[in-house]
């Protein structure tokens, strides 16, 4: 990993107004310099197995912000140490099915979103993720980001008392972004990962009985 | 007919392997994590298995299964199963079959393989939108751009839809500006831009209507608003003289996520 961390200290003076960026538009001046530094193949595996560690951490902050049994304070951490893992802007797009078989989907900021899951109207909540992901390989965008897909499907459980009120497994596209990232402490650049936009979506069940 | 009874017989092994376990696969709640390892989760793990590369998971639970899949089924298993062209009491079964029996050996046979990053990947974005605050529907058509040998991007290639076809066709009513106009200060101008369903027959000979121009308009003017993209399918001409179709077959057996839903022959060469 030591060949990912870039010393460029003349770099971080021609990053500038990172927060005016978006995803799909950064500075010309940015995007000309990412895209001069690659990463070799050795170092993408590194990031792919990295993907599944920051996967792993952001179903563990869900499960514990959705859980109504943990301490409010326990939930809150994991509520803020959850957004950490995102690229600013993320955004969650939920689809639901709805009774007559059209599918509705809504998109929320992730900060509305994880909100949201500690708040439902549930007296108890269970989330489960698989114990597997899908990592798609890593594609370099125009911007110099390496940019990648991890699929996980989520069980959630929404209880009032003892009785189940509503179930369903969803299946979640998690954007991966491996973006370059300033060190204020070493004064170093280095690359990093981030969750980007989520497209949550309701698996269907089978019209086999 | 060999072929065709070929087809079948393989069609049938995918059945028993990787199709009909649904029933008790259903009844089997946990089950649900290896219909999850078995679904063709993402649009580019259905290249990879297409080119017949599996990732790590999906080759243990073939392990533990003791299956061995060979290029060929793994193509097959590619297809949507549900197809009610996939049913043999179907009429038109024997004609769809013999073709993705075909398309299945040519792949095998000449070594064919789908680029991830070719310009033959059409994705058909479709969009749920407001003009002019009443809902509309149409598709945004996509295709993958390579910036450089390494980069890439998705732009928007082209948009469908009945809202972008505006002009009419008439061969009955020959429409133009007369030669005299110029001496009239184009007074005729006004009369014809009235003629709002024809309008594109006023203009020179070459021009040709863009709905993406026009859609692009439309919503820097505000006047059209893109809510959300209901689904997208995929279309692929990255084999040679073969067109796929594929979707995501969303429900919950093995056989599901992006499937080929449709392959038809062409005679496009990428």
Same mark, same amino acid.
């Given at each position: 990993?030591?060949?990912?961390?870039? @010393?460029?200290?003349?770099?971080?003076?021609?990053?500038?107004?990172?927060?005016?960026?978006?995803?799909?538009?950064?500075?010309?001046?940015?995007?000309?310099?990412?895209?001069?530094?690659?990463?070799? @193949?050795?170092?993408i595996?590194?990031?792919k197995?990295?993907?599944?560690?920051?996967?792993?951490?952001?179903?563990?902050?869900?499960?514990?912000?959705?859980?109504?049994?943990?301490?409010?304070?326990?939930? @809150?951490?994991?509520?803020?140490?959850?957004?950490?893992?995102?690229?600013?802007?993320?955004?969650?797009?939920?689809?639901?099915?709805?009774?007559?078989?059209?599918?509705?989907?809504?998109?929320?900021?992730?900060?509305?979103?994880?909100?949201?899951?500690?708040?439902?109207?549930?007296?108890?909540?269970?989330?489960?993720?698989?114990?597997?992901?899908?990592v798609s390989d890593f594609t370099?965008?125009? =911007?110099?980001?390496?940019?990648s897909?991890?699929?996980?499907?989520?069980?959630?459980?929404?209880?009032?008392?003892? @009785?189940?009120?509503?179930?369903?497994?969803?299946?979640?596209?998690?954007?991966?972004?491996? =973006?370059?990232?300033?060190?204020?402490?070493?004064?170093?650049?280095?690359?990093?990962?981030?969750?980007?936009?989520?497209?949550?979506?309701?698996?269907?069940?089978?019209?086999?009985? | 007919?060999?072929?065709?009874?070929?087809?079948?017989?393989?069609?049938?092994?995918?059945?028993?392997?990787?199709?009909?376990?649904?029933? %008790?696969?259903?009844?089997?709640?946990?089950?649900?994590?290896?219909? /999850?390892?078995?679904?063709?989760?993402?649009?580019s793990?259905?290249?990879d298995?297409?080119?017949?590369?599996?990732?790590?998971?999906?080759?243990?639970?073939?392990?533990?299964?003791?299956?061995?899949?060979?290029?060929?089924?793994?193509?097959?298993?590619?297809?949507?199963?549900?197809?009610?062209?996939?049913?043999?009491?179907?009429?038109?079964?024997?004609?769809?079959?013999?073709?993705?029996?075909? /398309?299945?050996?040519?792949? #095998?046979?000449?070594?064919?393989?789908?680029?991830k990053?070719?310009?033959?990947?059409?994705?058909?974005?479709?969009?749920?939108?407001?003009?002019?605050?009443?809902?509309?529907?149409?598709?945004?058509?996509?295709? %993958?751009?390579?910036?450089?040998?390494?980069?890439?991007?998705?732009?928007?290639?082209?948009?469908?839809?009945?809202? /972008?076809?505006?002009?009419?066709?008439?061969?009955?009513?020959?429409?133009?500006?007369?030669?005299?106009?110029?001496?009239?200060?184009?007074?005729?101008?006004?009369?014809?831009?009235?003629?709002?369903?024809?309008?594109?027959?006023?203009?020179?000979?070459?021009?040709?209507?863009?709905?993406?121009?026009?859609?692009?308009?439309? #919503?820097?003017?505000?006047?059209?608003?893109?809510?959300?993209?209901?689904?997208?399918?995929?279309?692929?001409?990255?084999?040679?003289?073969? %067109?796929?179709?594929?979707?995501?077959?969303?429900?919950?057996?093995?056989?599901?996520?992006?499937?080929?839903?449709?392959?038809?022959?062409?005679?496009?060469?990428?």
């Amino acid at each position: 990993m030591q060949k990912v961390i870039i @010393n460029i200290f003349a770099l971080i003076l021609m990053f500038g107004a990172l927060s005016a960026q978006t995803k799909t538009a950064v500075t010309s001046k940015e995007a000309n310099i990412l895209t001069e530094i690659s990463l070799s @193949n050795d170092d993408i595996e590194v990031f792919k197995e990295q993907t599944r560690q920051k996967v792993d951490e952001f179903t563990q902050h869900i499960i514990t912000i959705g859980d109504k049994d943990e301490p409010m304070e326990r939930r @809150n951490l994991a509520e803020k140490e959850a957004l950490k893992l995102f690229y600013a802007g993320s955004e969650m797009e939920i689809s639901s099915i709805l009774t007559d078989g059209s599918v509705h989907k809504i998109a929320r900021p992730m900060e509305k979103y994880l909100a949201r899951l500690k708040a439902l109207p549930y007296t108890k909540v269970k989330i489960k993720f698989y114990d597997i992901a899908y990592v798609s390989d890593f594609t370099k965008g125009p =911007d110099g980001r390496y940019y990648s897909v991890a699929t996980v499907i989520q069980e959630f459980s929404g209880f009032k008392g003892d @009785n189940i009120v509503y179930t369903d497994v969803t299946k979640k596209e998690i954007e991966i972004i491996i =973006d370059m990232v300033e060190d204020p402490f070493f004064n170093q650049k280095s690359w990093k990962i981030f969750l980007g936009d989520i497209k949550a979506s309701e698996t269907r069940a089978s019209a086999v009985p | 007919m060999n072929t065709l009874k070929l087809f079948f017989i393989s069609f049938f092994l995918q059945v028993v392997s990787l199709h009909n376990l649904n029933a %008790q696969e259903l009844s089997l709640h946990n089950n649900n994590e290896e219909i /999850f390892t078995y679904r063709v989760k993402q649009i580019s793990e259905f290249i990879d298995r297409f080119n017949y590369k599996f990732d790590e998971e999906f080759k243990e639970v073939l392990d533990n299964e003791n299956i061995t899949l060979a290029r060929e089924e793994a193509i097959y298993a590619l297809f949507d199963l549900e197809d009610p062209r996939f049913n043999i009491e179907n009429i038109h079964s024997a004609e769809y079959a013999t073709l993705v029996s075909n /398309f299945v050996s040519h792949c #095998i046979e000449n070594k064919q393989y789908i680029d991830k990053s070719s310009e033959y990947i059409i994705a058909n974005a479709t969009v749920e939108a407001t003009l002019n605050d009443k809902p509309v529907d149409f598709t945004i058509e996509l295709q %993958q751009e390579n910036v450089a040998p390494d980069m890439l991007k998705w732009v928007i290639n082209d948009v469908h839809g009945e809202l /972008f076809n505006v002009f009419n066709e008439d061969s009955t009513i020959l429409r133009f500006l007369p030669p005299s106009s110029d001496e009239l200060d184009f007074m005729e101008l006004r009369r014809a831009l009235k003629d709002i369903d024809y309008l594109d027959q006023y203009t020179h000979k070459s021009f040709e209507y863009s709905p993406l121009s026009v859609m692009l308009y439309l #919503i820097n003017q505000g006047i059209l608003e893109v809510q959300s993209i209901m689904d997208v399918t995929y279309i692929i001409e990255d084999l040679p003289g073969w %067109q796929i179709t594929v979707k995501d077959c969303n429900r919950n057996m093995r056989n599901s996520g992006w499937l080929i839903t449709d392959l038809k022959k062409t005679s496009l060469t990428p």
